[in-house]
């Protein structure tokens, strides 16, 4: 029971202050439920669907092929993939996350990670084609044009600065995935 507890302090913890602020604050408090209560559904109905493809993906893709495509010698064609993967998805940042921790169990290369995460958060098609529609072809193509060499840059920043042990640490958690 209190190895429970301890593992979900913080839920509880913030549980019990959004409690005590609708006691306080009822209307307030009563909006931070209802924020939370949509949240929650929102990643109850995100979170399965992208589980199911994760095991798809892990039991379907070998790991070898993986390697070859995404992996350290994967060179521009990796890239493309991960900015494809990434762009193609859809639902929000979060969901991006177990994915990124199954392509490192499949050996994907660490920039190639992050380009994936880079393109899911800023270069994804819906998004883009609500731009198109919205604000119009030249914002969406100039935004695209600007964002495409930036998540290139950190994605190779991030790498130069991460050390080996780093990595070798961040590969192996993922792996307890």
């Given at each position: 029971?209190?190895?429970?507890?301890k593992?979900?302090?913080?839920?509880?913890?913030l549980?019990?202050?959004?409690?005590?602020?609708?006691?306080?604050?009822?209307?307030?408090?009563?909006?931070?439920?209802?924020?939370?209560a949509?949240?929650f559904?929102?990643?109850?109905?995100?979170?399965?669907?992208?589980?199911?493809?994760?095991?798809?993906?892990?039991i379907?893709?070998?790991?070898?092929?993986?390697?070859?495509?995404?992996?350290?010698?994967?060179?521009?064609?990796?890239?493309?993939?991960?900015?494809?993967?990434?762009?193609?998805?859809?639902?929000?940042?979060y969901?991006?996350?177990?994915?990124?921790a199954?392509?490192?169990?499949?050996?994907?290369?660490?920039?190639?990670?992050?380009?994936?995460?880079?393109?899911?958060?800023?270069?994804?098609?819906?998004?883009?084609?609500?731009?198109?529609?919205?604000?119009?072809?030249?914002f969406?193509?100039?935004?695209?044009?600007?964002?495409?060499?930036?998540?290139?840059?950190?994605?190779?920043?991030?790498?130069?600065m991460t050390?080996?042990?780093?990595?070798?640490?961040?590969?192996?958690?993922?792996?307890?995935?």
């Open positions: 029971m209190i190895k429970v507890i593992r979900y302090r913080l839920f509880l913890l549980l019990g202050a959004t409690l005590i602020l609708t006691l306080i604050n009822r209307p307030f408090g009563t909006k931070a439920l209802s924020v939370t949509y949240s559904k929102e990643m109850i109905l995100v979170i399965p669907p992208i589980f199911i493809l994760l095991g798809l993906l892990d379907w893709v070998p790991r070898e092929t993986m390697v070859k495509y995404m992996g350290d010698k994967s060179g521009a064609r990796g890239v493309i993939l991960a900015f494809i993967i990434g762009s193609a998805a859809a639902g929000p940042l969901g991006a996350f177990p994915v990124a199954v392509f490192m169990k499949k050996g994907v290369k660490f920039s190639n990670i992050l380009i994936f995460i880079g393109a899911w958060s800023t270069t994804k098609i819906p998004m883009f084609l609500f731009e198109v529609n919205s604000l119009g072809l030249t969406a193509l100039t935004r695209l044009l600007i964002n495409i060499p930036g998540i290139l840059m950190i994605a190779w920043i991030l790498s130069s050390t080996k042990e780093t990595l070798e640490t961040i590969y192996r958690n993922a792996n307890k995935f």
